[in-house]
């Protein structure tokens, strides 16, 4: 009987990006299991059991034939796995389906034969950097599972294992995420009652995260999953001709509020002079813009700028351009106050001129123009959307949303904020 061939990784032998900050948590000892049906221990534990030589060791795994595996195939252009429905990966999972794809690599739905259940398994590009971030992004999980007793929000890991040059993550299997769930109900935003549910996780997850000294750093409706795919079809007045024949005079609203938050690869424990640029573009915190150096209050912003998208089912900044993207902020929120403007660091210098934002002289173009000046005030567009809690959600936005990000509500204060105060998860 010829074995598959699979390969385990010691993390501390990996060139991690130098851009984040390196773990080095205190995690028990564990024995090297390998994968393919077994729980694999602490990746933190591997080097230090004395079992992984300095080079990358190969392991032929006991009772994984080579007739149970799919044909060898070359990865396509990009470094992604190829495979067909069917296919087995490793002797323990079988792939039922494609869930999804990033620039991290796949997501894949597969049964689980040994815990007889459905898990979605995310397997990452064939390149170094992604290899690299992957392993750091199983060092966080592990630790964030460590410290979790169920109601923290956090994604939860499996298991994982190295499959023919690709890192494999597995996690429980999720629903769908609330960027997707906005997409397919054509962008039409929740009811607020589930907001303020919603809400009041994510804060639960990122105070989690925050006590534990790690900031997650790309918060966005992508990486909130909702946990089950169940929903309900409502009339939606706003949006319809009133008649039920229209189409759109219905719209989709999950029966549950549970969330899960996911993709930590770009996670980092907290340090002084964190100035590289983190987020994505629409969540993007000033600071991070401005480089000024960032911390915790930075994943705040991204909060605020999600519970607003939430509400109105689009982004709050839609820009690809930073001078754009602060001229919007201060269309919806005021002027950035001067004391920030003046530590701005040399590569942000060019967005200032005598002491404030050079908007709109600076403008690329008029159409940039015209996109800032069509966005209402922080207030207004709130009450566009929000019959009741109006008030109390537009102040709480006002405390996540503060441009000094030691102005800023801390995820623990928001948590005691009145518009939270009434949640009744929907289970």
Same mark, same amino acid.
């Given at each position: ?197 919603? =809400?009041?996780? /994510? ?8 006590? %534990?000294? @790690?900031?997650?750093?790309? +918060?966005? $409706? ?90 109105? =089912?689009?982004? /709050? ?8 993207? %602060?001229? @919007?902020?201060?269309?919806? +929120?005021? $002027? ?92």
């Amino acid at each position: 009987m010829e074995f598959e061939h699979v390969t385990v990784i010691p993390i501390t032998h990996l060139d991690r990006p130098r851009k984040r900050a390196r773990f080095g948590w205190d995690v028990p000892q564990a024995q090297v299991g390998i994968f393919c049906g077994q729980e694999v221990g602490n990746v933190a534990s591997y080097a230090s059991s004395g079992a992984i030589s300095d080079h990358t060791s190969s392991l032929f795994v006991k009772g994984v034939a080579r007739n149970g595996s799919p044909p060898w195939r070359e990865d396509d252009k990009d470094g992604h796995y190829m495979f067909a429905l069917g296919d087995n990966l490793t002797s323990r999972y079988k792939i039922h389906s494609k869930m999804g794809e990033g620039t991290f690599g796949q997501v894949l739905e597969c049964w689980d034969r040994e815990r007889k259940e459905m898990v979605a398994i995310k397997i990452v590009r064939g390149i170094k950097k992604y290899r690299e971030a992957a392993m750091i992004e199983i060092e966080v999980l592990q630790h964030l599972g460590k410290h979790d007793k169920g109601s923290n929000r956090c994604v939860q890991i499996r298991n994982w294992f190295d499959y023919r040059n690709h890192i494999c993550i597995v996690f429980e299997k999720l629903g769908p995420s609330l960027y997707d769930f906005l997409r397919k109900n054509n962008y039409r935003s929740f009811p607020i009652d589930l907001v303020r549910e919603i =809400g009041r996780q /994510l804060l639960e997850c990122v105070a989690f995260m925050h006590d %534990l000294h @790690m900031i997650h750093t790309d +918060l966005k $409706p992508e990486n909130i999953l909702l946990v089950s795919s169940d929903y309900v079809k409502v009339p939606d007045y706003k949006n319809s001709s009133h008649s039920p024949k229209d189409i759109s005079y219905y719209k989709r609203v999950p029966k549950s509020s549970a969330i899960k938050v996911i993709d930590f690869g770009s996670t980092t424990y907290e340090r002084q002079d964190q100035n590289y640029i983190v987020s994505t573009r629409h969540y993007r915190a000033p600071e991070v813009i401005l480089g000024l150096g960032w911390s915790y209050p930075c994943d705040i912003w991204s909060v605020g700028c999600i519970l607003v998208e939430l509400c109105t =089912g689009e982004a /709050l900044f839609q820009t690809h351009e930073n001078l754009e993207h %602060l001229a @919007m902020m201060e269309r919806v +929120l005021g $002027p950035i106050p001067q004391h920030i403007l003046k530590r701005v660091d040399r590569h942000a210098g060019k967005y200032v001129r005598r002491g404030r934002l050079d908007w709109p002289e600076g403008a690329a173009s008029r159409e940039s123009m015209k996109a800032v000046l069509k966005l209402p005030r922080l207030q207004n567009l709130v009450m566009q959307h929000v019959d009741q809690s109006a008030g109390d959600l537009i102040h709480l936005l006002q405390g996540l949303l503060r441009y000094d990000p030691l102005d800023r509500l801390t995820a623990r204060e928001a948590l005691r904020h009145p518009f939270l105060a009434k949640v009744q998860h929907r289970r």
